[in-house]
């Protein structure tokens, strides 16, 4: 394909992505155009004209282009616009780099669940057996013996258990936590007056957690608790890059939703192509080597009620097209790597496989992509990063009062603490009852990335990047009735060798 026919195939897939089609007559005269201009440019003024009219068409005729077009043209003759000369110089340094990439994690090909009362027992030892061994890899809790053997130690004895918090009740005079283990169950209570590092300890404690608990053997086998010990993660160098390439990570599209924000979405792309922002702003584009999208594509069917009303696009297939349109964009020396979020079409329970094709034709036919489950761990340049959409982290902000929407990185950061990617079983993250608990977070990641939140936020914990990457929504009626701003149209990028992180913002 020529250059030309390129450029002109790229302006009608940005109309086609922003929701328009063109007649015949306005693709010829889009056509004699593009000798003098780059028509994907032209495009982007025409869309900027359609979307402000107060009803917006869904034909671009030629009429409409005929008149842009003659606003425009001289003033892009005179002076150059940063876009086209960003365009110009764009050498991207990760086009000239061999990609690595390992996935390491992928639970789509291992489910296997009917969800039987047997699944669940085996489910919970499962997750119960796992958490205690990393538990047990801690110094300080070697020493901690079962809850039958607790019971059998003489009063005022000091001893360490290790159980799964299956109740916690809190009145202003103590809380009560019911702990149990394989083989029994015990009350451990928190005084109101224990120190306050303790109560603010015990205030962070979910449901259906495991942990380790300092306790004190009280009269008639009642326990009192004097620390509580979470599995964490030890504080270590992360692994990076021996070269400076960067990973883009985004997530929450939602994609077909009546306020996907498609042009913010796609100045991103047109970033990622060299063909949006100032000359630092390429420089950084020609660095990305991965995309990772924390799912949410798409907004889906059915998702809550009433969201009909809130679709562009009622049908599910025709949301993953309008995406794969998207994603053709994306520039093919970069790696994609997707999952699926709780809008897109997969099962909702976790761990979701991976998107399936029988919808989403269209992603997996336009360009390579690493299309994986929910959570994923891939290794890219030797940095291995935790991918997971983040559900759970709703339930994680509601119960406890010192975490809330606008620092998702702090709920996130409490998940690696638990080393369980979603804690409570019951609340609004359904579980499947997989034998082997996939949400456990065996290994410890250099980066984890979450979405769902649609706020951006990161920091870094003993060691490990923790990033949310925001969304490409604005805010929802659902939203707007929960008082959620989100942050939306902000890209974290962060750098493989040294895990910095920039945001740009594209809104
Ligand atoms: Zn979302
Ligand atoms: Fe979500």
């Known amino acids: 394909m020529s250059t030309h026919e390129e450029e002109l195939r790229k ?31 032209f495009m982007e003024e025409v869309i900027k004209r359609a979307e402000s009219l107060p009803e917006k068409p869904y ?42 990439i390992k996935v390491v994690e992928n639970p789509a090909d291992k489910i296997s669940t009917s969800g039987s009362i047997e699944e669940y027992l085996e489910y919970f030892h499962d997750r119960f057996k796992r958490l205690e061994r990393l538990l047990r890899q801690r110094i300080d809790t070697r020493d901690a013996v079962s809850i039958r053997e607790a019971y059998k130690a003489p009063a005022n004895a000091k001893l360490k258990v290790i159980g799964m918090i299956t109740e916690k009740r809190e009145s202003k005079r103590r809380i009560l936590l019911r702990l149990e283990d394989l083989e029994s169950a015990v009350t451990v209570l928190i005084p109101a007056n224990a120190k306050r590092e303790l109560l603010e300890k015990a205030g962070m404690l979910l449901l259906d957690q495991v942990v380790c608990i300092s306790v004190v053997k009280g009269r008639r086998n009642l326990f009192i608790a004097d620390d509580i010990i979470w599995p964490d993660i030890p504080k270590r160098k992360p692994k990076t890059a021996s070269e400076p390439v960067y990973a883009a990570l985004i997530s929450d599209l939602h994609v077909g939703s009546k306020t996907f924000m498609r042009k913010e979405f ?14 630092k702003a390429a420089e950084i584009a020609g660095k990305v080597k991965y995309l990772i999208v924390a799912g949410d594509i798409v907004d889906g069917i059915g998702v809550y009620p009433q969201q009909i009303r809130e679709l562009a696009i009622k049908d599910i297939s025709k949301q993953y097209e309008l995406a794969a349109e998207f994603f053709e964009q994306i520039p093919d020396y970069i790696d994609v790597i997707i999952i699926p979020g709780n809008h897109d ?79 409570t079983y019951g609340a609004k993250t359904p579980i499947a009852p997989e034998p082997r608990d996939f949400l456990v977070i065996e290994r410890i990641p250099d980066i984890f990335h979450a979405g769902h939140v649609h ?38 990028i962060v750098n493989l060798q040294t895990l910095e992180v920039t945001c740009l913002s594209f809104a």
């Open 345 to 423: 079409a997969s099962r909702k329970a976790l761990p979701q496989p991976a998107i399936p094709k029988d919808y989403a034709e269209a992603i997996y036919e336009k360009r390579k992509i690493y299309s994986l489950g929910d959570p994923a761990i891939v290794e890219v340049h030797g940095v291995e990063i935790l991918i997971y959409h983040g559900r759970s982290l709703d339930d994680v902000i509601v119960s406890l009062p010192n975490i809330e929407f606008n620092n998702p990185e702090k709920a996130m950061r409490l998940l690696l603490q638990c080393r369980h990617l979603a804690p």
């Open 59 to 100: 034909f671009l005729d030629r009429q409409f282009l005929e008149e842009i077009a003659k606003e425009t043209l001289p003033a892009i003759e005179e002076e150059p616009s940063i876009i086209s000369q960003a365009k110009k110089l764009f050498k991207p340094f990760a086009k000239e780099i061999s990609s690595q």
């Open 455 to 492: 706020v951006v936020g990161y920091e870094y914990y003993r060691g490990t990047l923790i990033v949310n990457s925001g969304a490409w929504q604005r805010q929802t009626a659902y939203q707007k009735k929960m008082g959620l701003t989100p942050v939306p149209g902000v890209v974290p």
């Open 266 to 279: 796609s100045n991103f792309l047109f970033w990622l192509n060299g063909k949006y922002g100032n000359s």
């Open 11 to 41: 302006a009608v897939s940005y109309a086609l992505s922003a929701g328009y089609q063109l007649d015949k007559d306005a693709f010829e005269f889009l056509d004699s155009i593009s000798k003098t201009k780059d028509p994907a440019e």
